[in-house]
């Protein structure tokens, strides 16, 4: 009993047929405009008049209901009035910047023109028959209990009549069309709220270009997180190691201790900028420029690691300088994966990289040597997981070639092959 009175205490249930009664009132100015072909008929029967005056007053407002200014303050006002989840409409979101389709953007624009003039009709229809009804029952309510008043009472529409003899049944009549007018308030809400996703809701085409939209941003999101654990990783692996360095010959070699330092200094700086920026995307914030590490920037990386007292042997052949876009800013992030693999988890001693740019393909590998003897605790470089599936994902997106496994009792080897083709 008390779960069937609760929609009566809740106000979004007055808000929401409320919202129904609006939408009868201001489609009152067309009424005039609707009954000028009925009164250019004088002759015509009432029944034909009225009939044509209803239909043209439909059609008034269904044109109404095609603009687009329609649509939008339609969706607005239902998110606010019936609070009912309503995505902005394809095209406003397209304005607003988010990347769509043109194609699936124009489809939709065109069947939401054709369901938003059927919501209007519904919307009107539902308000006028709501208050109409809630106002016969109202006034029902207050007449028929008339025999406190010694007088019979009754009411009469359009030849169909209701009377209540005085005494008990005419109170109990009352009170039932009381709790009518009551109840057709949450059902005109209901009804507007079911309505409302099916002819407010995206078409089918929208949906598509949403699903489209979701799936773009969480590509991005999910490139800008591999992008933060490359750079990010690769700078605290450094410094880890070049701060300890500095510790050692902090008193006997204040030069190189200054010089580690210098090199910590640099390299968390380029990572502040990294991070700036990939926090200001993942904060929907306007970021700055993208900062782009290229295979031009491998020499300075190779220096980094040289800081932190590795003996590299880079092996560069081919002009890599002239890999450009996707393929360079790719192949600079895997090589530098691969180096921070090989501090952390190196048993010190040279490290190999090389880098044979043809014309067809792009060759990186990585070689060092594996087993104890790093010097630096196992637990001070706590592993993600997720360095290696990032770089076959990355190979795999390049539709390259990767292996990464021992390369003979006490080497690890990273090879990854790109075509220059398919990725330019």
Request: net charge neutral; proline share 6%; glycine share 10%.
């Amino acid at each position: 009993m008390f779960r069937g009175i609760r929609p009566l205490l809740r106000g979004s249930t007055y808000s929401g047929a409320l919202f129904a009664y609006c939408g009868a009132l201001a489609s009152l100015p067309l009424l005039p405009f609707a009954a000028l072909p009925a009164m250019a008929l004088p002759s015509a029967p009432v029944g034909v008049q009225f009939a044509l005056t209803v239909l043209v007053w439909s059609v008034l407002i269904g044109v109404i209901g095609l603009a687009r200014t329609t649509r939008r303050v339609l969706i607005a006002c239902a998110r606010r009035m019936l609070g009912v989840p309503l995505p902005d409409p394809e095209g406003e979101r397209r304005r607003a910047g988010s990347p769509g389709d043109g194609a699936a953007s124009s489809t939709a624009s065109g069947a939401d023109r054709l369901r938003t003039p059927l919501w209007l009709l519904s919307h009107v229809v539902l308000g006028w028959a709501g208050a109409q009804l809630s106002i016969l029952l109202f006034v029902a309510s207050l007449l028929l209990p008339g025999g406190w008043a010694g007088a019979e009472a009754g009411v009469s529409v359009n030849g169909w009549s209701l009377r209540a003899e005085s005494g008990w049944q005419s109170w109990a009549t009352a009170l039932c069309c009381l709790l009518l007018a009551a109840a057709l308030c949450p059902a005109v809400t209901y009804a507007l709220r079911w309505l409302a996703p099916r002819l407010l809701g995206p078409s089918s085409a929208e949906r598509l270009a949403l699903a489209a939209e979701r799936e773009r941003a969480l590509a991005e999101r999910n490139r800008l997180a591999h992008e933060l654990h490359d750079s990010i990783g690769h700078t605290l692996t450094a410094a880890t190691i070049q701060a300890a360095a500095a510790g050692e010959v902090l008193s006997a070699d204040p030069v190189a201790a200054r010089a580690a330092l210098r090199s910590i200094e640099e390299s968390t700086r380029a990572a502040l900028e990294d991070l700036d920026y990939v926090l200001g995307m993942l904060r929907e914030e306007k970021a700055g420029t993208a900062p782009t590490r290229t295979l031009a920037d491998l020499p300075e990386l190779l220096d980094r690691l040289r800081h932190a007292g590795a003996v590299v042997e880079p092996e560069l052949s081919g002009d890599y300088a002239q890999v450009q876009g996707t393929l360079s800013r790719a192949a600079y992030r895997i090589l530098q994966e691969g180096l921070t693999n090989a501090l952390r988890h190196g048993a010190g001693g040279p490290i190999r990289v090389k880098v044979a740019a043809t014309p067809d393909s792009l060759e990186l590998e990585v070689v060092n040597r594996t087993g104890a003897g790093s010097g630096m605790s196992p637990a001070a470089f706590p592993t993600s997981g997720h360095g290696l599936p990032g770089l076959f994902e990355r190979a795999r997106l390049l539709h390259g070639e990767i292996e990464a496994g021992p390369d003979g009792p006490e080497h690890w080897r990273l090879a990854v092959r790109l075509p220059v083709r398919l990725s330019a």
